[in-house]
């Protein structure tokens, strides 16, 4: 089993598919709303990312239990790695993970990375990620906001769902959209064009 | 440059593929998205998916999640579930094989037999 997970563990290559790894959890505890949140502060040397969910929430024992590579509440797999993995990537980038959670009311997880460590993994393809979980999730709500230094971008699937309605997410022409947006937003960050719309 | 006025636009050719999608049949394709299948490229396959019914411009097809299906070994996973079909699952995608997945099995109906790992009768 140690095997199965660094083998895993050595393709989950950027921190973006962890994020889409751990917003799995979200879902899979029942959550309507999931906030994914990256500061990025250079000033600082800090890299956090924040995933906040509203679903049931962990009692004490069972997070204690999460963050163990050996525990699962699923029975299709023996192994839950998503926690673990990040933990161990933060901790190898001199950072650490947080784990807070209430039953019923939801849980945060905060991963922080020193942001130029030779360790820290690259962010990664982040507007794949996110176009990922809103295509595939129409349901489920997800605020993304990222803020690089002194830039912040968000997008807020509510806004979108008042304009278009919950059903169209998923046709090519919304997809597209989707698509050009997140890019754009992601250049915006690193230094593009200054996008003339943000949401919030 | 991409604005919400622009999504506004959508609004109308958006209402009209939904009329559309409702009086057709609903096929699904489902992308595993455990950690394994994360790990082993689902989301590449996914995007993949998306992009190719973009390109053909397909609005009556639902792209869907999983979690793990305990197929691990097999990631990632594509199910393609057609109304009155069995489904088929096809193991050790990419993104290539996705694109021909939509091309092969979703467009012309041809399941592609190399890539299928299980076959599963629904009940309907």
Same mark, same amino acid.
């Given at each position: 089993m140690i095997a199965v997970g660094y083998n895993i563990g050595d393709k989950m290559r950027e921190l973006a598919l962890h994020v889409l790894d751990l917003v799995q959890n979200s879902l899979r505890a029942g959550a309507s709303l999931i906030e994914v949140e990256i500061l990025e502060n250079t000033d600082l040397d800090q890299l956090t990312i924040t995933i906040r969910d509203n679903g049931c929430g962990m009692e004490e024992n069972l997070k204690e239990k999460v963050l163990d590579p050996f525990t699962t509440t699923r029975t299709t797999r023996k192994v839950g790695l998503g926690l673990p993995l990040l933990k161990m990537a933060a901790e190898r980038a001199g950072g650490r993970l947080t784990l807070n959670s209430e039953p019923g009311k939801g849980t945060v997880v905060e991963a922080a990375f020193?942001?130029?460590?030779?360790?820290?993994?690259p962010l990664g393809d982040m507007a794949g990620t996110i176009l990922t979980v809103i295509i595939s999730n129409p349901r489920v709500d997800l605020v993304y906001r990222h803020r690089v230094d002194g830039r912040q971008w968000e997008i807020d699937t509510r806004v979108i769902k008042d304009e278009v309605g919950e059903d169209a997410l998923g046709l090519p022409a919304v997809i597209n959209w989707l698509r050009s947006y997140l890019e754009e937003g992601q250049k915006y960050l690193y230094g593009g064009a200054i996008t003339d719309e943000v949401f919030g | 440059m991409k604005s919400l006025d622009e999504l506004r636009k959508l609004r109308e050719k958006a209402q009209e593929a939904i009329r559309l999608r409702e009086q057709t049949d609903g096929t699904k394709i489902v992308v595993g998205m455990g950690t394994c299948g994360i790990a082993a490229g689902a989301r590449e396959v996914m995007l993949a998916l998306m992009d190719e019914l973009e390109k053909k411009n397909i609005a009556d097809v639902v792209v869907t999640q999983t979690g793990c299906a305990g197929l691990c070994e097999k990631e990632p996973l594509v199910e393609v579930i057609r109304p009155g079909e069995p489904k088929i699952t096809y193991g050790y995608m990419t993104p290539e094989k996705a694109r021909m997945v939509v091309t092969s099995?979703? +467009?012309?109906?041809?399941?592609?037999?190399?890539? +299928?790992i299980a076959r599963e009768e629904t009940v309907s």
């Open positions: 020193q942001h130029s460590h030779i360790d820290r993994m | 099995h979703i +467009v012309n109906g041809q399941i592609i037999g190399e890539y +299928v």
